[in-house]
């Protein structure tokens, strides 16, 4: 990639942008850095906003609140503190282990501070694409002022997308979906809409989902709901957890809404059900790129060639931060961003269209090519790709000691040296432990006052 990027638009100000921003400046090297938040807030999907006035099958399209996220009540997190933070920055001390929703948007707007001045709020990203004649190397950027209405159009030499992706709803393909949600609008629920568990009071509910929000939200809802709450798992999460008042079932194959049943892969059915909670993970959404891939509001993330989940192989100024899911999100976004910034910077190269393409094909043939699956980095892998990205952040360091120059400018993101594996391999039994101890994990702060210690090898 030549070396003549000076100008980068972010979109997004939560945990992605904010890192990409902050290597970018390390840099030492760009002339004009805008972080674009349609909001006025910082944090992303941390920052929680109002629940949906409906909640029909729409829920999809016409259900969510402007700007909503699938924040809730009593939301903590599903990673230790030490583990979920940023390199150069820790929690507080006597935080929380698993630390609530409102400390970790404490967290990210303090760390946001340093690069408030690059954040334009109210600003609507609503195209992005390839300036014309430019040999794809540089990009117009049409913004919508949220707070008069006027639009605006800028060009860049690189854009990075770090708009995340928990903010729009994924709904599974079952059968009688529809017609129960036509049926009985006010039944059907995401977790991306779930705040608390009141109007679950006294109901036969049915959750779908076995990730770290299913497993959190289904024993919010178990305590105040008709026992038991059925909930139904193709895949048991790491952060399963069995209770007297919970029945597990094996996964949904369909809903009849004359009845109010639901009937399952092992040929079970269960009757008069009165909510449905769908815990099942989320979309990714670029919609200001239709003018690149027309076809990426219907198959999201799928039609895009990323090469190592970052660049775009065929735009290479234009890449994504935190497209990879099931991760230790806050450290994986640094190791990105740490690629990212030199990269454009010139200080890494990238390999030729055909190497990216190559690689991709590579990747989904071993991955699968449904588009989740490419970017499914379930742990160990999580920790494999962020030390190999590590390794590449460590080649423009050694090129720097090669050619004796001037002490190497940019930030270094976590190395990952056994302790920090060990950590994120018990995460999820910590997290266990850690709900087992009712009102007292609130003054838990350390995983050894869980019993858990690490052993040098």
């Known amino acids: 990639m030549p070396n003549t990027i000076r100008t980068v638009a972010i979109i997004g100000p939560g945990p992605s942008g904010l890192a990409a921003a902050k290597?970018?400046?390390e840099e030492d090297f760009f002339s004009n850095i805008v972080?674009?938040?349609?909001?006025?807030?910082?944090?992303?999907?941390?920052?929680?906003f109002a629940s949906p006035t409906a909640q029909p099958i729409d829920i999809v399209t016409h259900g969510l609140p402007k700007f909503n996220t699938p924040m809730y009540e009593e939301l903590e997190t599903n990673l230790p503190h030490m583990l979920m933070q940023f390199s150069d920055t820790a929690f507080p001390a006597g935080t929380q282990l698993f630390p609530s929703r409102e400390k970790v948007l404490q967290y990210l707007e303090e760390y946001a501070?340093?690069?408030?001045?690059?954040?334009?709020?109210?600003?609507?990203?609503?195209?992005?694409r390839p300036r014309k004649g430019e040999d794809n190397r540089g990009w117009e950027v049409t913004t919508k002022d949220l707070s008069n209405g006027r639009s605006a159009v800028e060009r860049f030499d690189a854009v990075i997308a770090a708009n995340g992706h928990c903010d729009w709803p994924l709904l599974p393909p079952i059968e009688g979906l529809d017609a129960w949600g036509k049926s009985y609008r006010e039944s059907l629920h995401h977790s991306v809409s779930y705040k608390n568990a009141g109007r679950f009071a006294d109901k036969r509910v049915l959750l779908v989902g076995g990730g770290p929000s299913g497993a959190d939200i289904s024993h919010q809802i178990a305590a105040h709901c008709?026992?038991?709450?059925?909930r139904s798992q193709i895949k048991?999460?790491?952060?399963?957890?069995?209770?007297p008042n919970i029945r597990d079932l094996p996964g949904l194959v369909?809903?009849?809404?004359?009845?109010?049943?639901?009937k399952f892969a092992d040929g079970s059915t269960e009757r008069d059900i009165d909510e449905v909670v769908l815990c099942t993970g989320y979309a990714y959404s670029f919609p200001f790129l239709s003018a690149l891939h027309p076809d990426i509001q219907s198959e999201g993330i799928r039609p895009l060639p990323l090469y190592r989940n970052i660049f775009h192989a065929q735009f290479p100024t234009l890449a994504f931060i935190e497209t990879p899911e099931m991760i230790v999100s806050f450290p994986l976004v640094e190791s990105q961003a740490a690629v990212v910034a030199r990269i454009l910077a010139g200080r890494?190269?990238?390999?030729?269209?055909?190497?990216?393409?190559?690689?991709?094909?590579?990747t989904r043939s071993e991955r699968g090519d449904d588009g989740r699956g490419f970017h499914a980095l379930e742990p160990p892998r999580d920790l494999q790709y962020m030390k190999d990205l590590y390794s590449w952040v460590c080649e423009a360091e050694r090129e720097v000691a090669r050619e004796k120059k001037s002490p190497s400018r940019g930030k270094m993101p976590r190395e990952w040296d056994a302790r920090a594996c060990w950590l994120r391999m018990n995460a999820a039994?910590?997290?266990?432990?850690f709900a087992g101890k009712g009102d007292g994990r609130c003054d838990i702060s350390s995983y050894e006052e869980l019993g858990f210690g690490f052993v040098e090898a």
């Open 23 to 25: 290597y970018l400046l």
């Open 35 to 48: 972080i674009y938040e349609q909001r006025r807030n910082v944090g992303g999907v941390w920052k929680k």
């Open 113 to 128: 501070e340093a690069i408030a001045h690059l954040i334009r709020s109210d600003q609507s990203v609503v195209d992005v």
């Open 226 to 230: 008709k026992p038991p709450l059925l």
């Open 236 to 243: 048991k999460s790491p952060y399963h957890t069995s209770a």
């Open 254 to 262: 369909a809903l009849e809404p004359s009845d109010r049943s639901a």
């Open 348 to 362: 890494l190269p990238l390999p030729d269209r055909q190497g990216m393409e190559e690689w991709c094909e590579k």
């Open 429 to 433: 039994e910590m997290r266990k432990a």
